[in-house]
């Protein structure tokens, strides 16, 4: 099972063929984040379509996929460029919310 406790998520931010399987997603992370692929972290990909997401992580001795395709609708994603992605940001995007406006009450983080 997928699970969400990951450190870092990575959205590959053009679309993707969805024929493509573990060589071929392994393959255009390698490109695109160097030194990421074996790092466990998941990588999130999403068809031209956006109504099909794939995500790739390494799971100690091999490589996993998990997809989801939409009956109806798409995936609420653009492609802005960004390459990195918040646990809530990620979470918001399987479930199909869209956030106006996102309110944090603290941070932990030193700024």
Known sequence: MLGLNFQNIFFYNEPVDMRKSFNSLSNLVFHKFTDKLLSGDPFV???????????????????????KRLEQGTFLVSWNGKTLLTRREFMMLLEGITATKINHRFSLKKE
Do not use: A, P, Q
């Open 45 to 67: 990909f999403i068809n031209k379509r956006k109504n099909i997401i794939k995500i790739l992580y390494w799971h100690g001795d091999g490589f996993v996929i998990w997809n």
